[in-house]
Each structure stands twice: as structure tokens, then as C-alpha cells.
């Protein structure tokens, strides 16, 4: 046997590498927002070009991968539970059949100002931290190696509060929202090209 050939034996304990989360926005970023005025519903579902491919990828790459959005047409009444839950049913389906796997998803259906039982203020909602401290806590990921990527400054400035490096988009809103001040580490046309990025198969300009 090599140096090069797989060991069949488990490392010590402590001495593997701590896991690294790879936190991606859910529309704008992932998924195509709807037109204006065009309510989100399995029959206009799309991802962005290469988008599940790069994330089958970074899968593959060992990178825990985590869904996150705030979810507003629930958070007011715009889009029903059971709406939300047939659609958010076949968004994991179809990155299922890609043979991704998502380690948690912390997509927040509540708001301060939402309506009904979604009117609260989740410590998962955006720009809140909570989803972040949650998955070191539960997945043991070193967040100062653990990157959001996302097309508005909302889910970017959470990562960066938190510690996290945070790569934005120009997709969807393209950082351009002017929710919060906030400079990623870098910007990338896409979701494929931020995760390329990120896997060193392309070069990156970090700022």
C-alpha cells in the first residue's frame, strides 16, 4: 500500500479537521425570484444555472451545506403553510435527486411584523445570528471557516456578525438592496462561480 491509498483505519479522536458550513441563500441566490407580482409555486420553480451542480460539488467536497432565507410571502399571509410546504417539499427533492445533501435548513417563515402565528422574532430571522451559533453548536463547524453566500447584504451581514466569511452574488437583488453596509470578501456572477471559488477551481478577487 502507498501513502496515496485510502487508509481503512478511523484517525484518532481530535484529529480530524473541524467541519466547515457552506450557509447558501435560498431565492435570489439559489433559486430564481418569482416576477413581481408572480406568486412562488412548484410550476415556476427554477435554480440558477449551475447551481446544483456546484453544490454537488462542494457536497462532495465535505462541506456541510445549509439552506437559509427569510421566507416573507409566509411571514405575511402572501403565501400559505401548506403552500409553503409543497413548494419547500419538491425544492428539497429536486436537490435530493442531485445527490446533495442538506444538513439543515434554517429558511425563517416568521417576522417582528408578520401576521398570525408567523408574528414573531425568531433569532433564525435575518439579519439575526441565531441559525449560525445553532449550526456550531450542533454540528460543530468552525464558523471563521465557514462562508454565506448570498445576493443581499441581509444574510451577508449575519454571516459577517457571526464571524463567518461571506461571498455575495449578482444574482437576484446583486448585493445592491442597501439593507445594511457590508463588503464581502468577494462577489461572483453567480452561485457556481462563488462555489467554484471557493473550491480553488477559478480564481477569485478578494476585496
Not at 94 to 118: F, K, T, W
Request: proline share 6%.
Amino acid at each position: 500500500m502507498s501513502l496515496f491509498d485510502p487508509t481503512p483505519y478511523a484517525p484518532l479522536p481530535g484529529t480530524p479537521p473541524a467541519p466547515r458550513g457552506l450557509f447558501i441563500d435560498l431565492w435570489g441566490t439559489l433559486l430564481v425570484e418569482p416576477s413581481e407580482g408572480e406568486k412562488k409555486s412548484v410550476s415556476n420553480l427554477e435554480f440558477h444555472e449551475g447551481a446544483l451542480e456546484a453544490l454537488f460539488m462542494a457536497h462532495r467536497a465535505n462541506w456541510l451545506i445549509y439552506l437559509i432565507g427569510n421566507e416573507l410571502d409566509v411571514a405575511h399571509g402572501r403565501l400559505s403553510d401548506e403552500e409553503w410546504n409543497d413548494l419547500n417539499t419538491e425544492i428539497c427533492a429536486q436537490i435530493s435527486d442531485e445527490g446533495i445533501h442538506i444538513r439543515r435548513q434554517y429558511i425563517c417563515l416568521d417576522h417582528p411584523e408578520g401576521v398570525g402565528a408567523h408574528a414573531f422574532d425568531s433569532v433564525f430571522f435575518l439579519p439575526n445570528t441565531g441559525l449560525l451559533y445553532h449550526a456550531m453548536l450542533n454540528d460543530s463547524i468552525e464558523l471563521d471557516k465557514s462562508w454565506i453566500v448570498g445576493d443581499s447584504t441581509v444574510e451577508l451581514v449575519s454571516g459577517w456578525r457571526a464571524g463567518c466569511k461571506i461571498a455575495g452574488v449578482r444574482t437576484g437583488q446583486g448585493v445592491q438592496d442597501g439593507e445594511f453596509e457590508v463588503t464581502p470578501n468577494f462577489t461572483a456572477d453567480n452561485l457556481q462561480d462563488a462555489i467554484l471559488g471557493l473550491l480553488g477551481k477559478q480564481p477569485v478577487e478578494l476585496q
